[in-house]
Nanobody, 125 residues
Framework: EVQFVESGGGLVQAGGSLRLSCKVS????????IGWFRQAPGKEREGVAC????????YYGDSVNGRFTFTSDNAKHTVYLQMDSLKPEDTAVYYC??????????????????WGQGTQVTVSS
């Protein structure tokens, strides 16, 4: 069973920064993708960023590219989403998700079967 421990959400003013973390356990392989997704009220869940743990490939959505940075600490089985220059439109519940194999790394919500509980990020104007 894949398990997630997410943390790091909160309230921040526009222009500020937050760092989300997600510890993933339960995979018997390093060949998996970890994605960050977000869902704002009344909107569909969208892909934010993804990393292929097998080869380090990273994907960023157009709306966050250049502002968000996805890193991983393989020894701790933890990934981080550093969010800088936050905007009110970044307000959403952020979810960590994972799937095998790593080549599935993308923004396609439907490809990911294992999900974390989500953490709220609120950016005030």
């Amino acid at each position: 069973e894949v398990q997630f421990v997410e943390s790091g959400g909160g309230l921040v003013q526009a222009g500020g920064s937050l760092r989300l973390s997600c510890k993933v356990s339960g995979f018997g392989t390093d060949d998996y993708a970890i994605g960050w997704f977000r869902q704002a009220p009344g909107k569909e869940r969208e892909g934010v960023a993804c990393i292929n743990r097998a080869d380090g490939y990273k994907y960023y959505g157009d709306s966050v590219n250049g502002r968000f940075t996805f890193t991983s600490d393989n020894a701790k089985h933890t990934v981080y989403l550093q969010m800088d220059s936050l905007k009110p439109e970044d307000t959403a519940v952020y979810y960590c998700a994972a799937e095998i194999p790593g080549d599935l790394c993308s923004d396609h919500v439907g490809l990911f079967r294992s999900w974390g509980q989500g953490t709220q990020v609120t950016v005030s104007s």
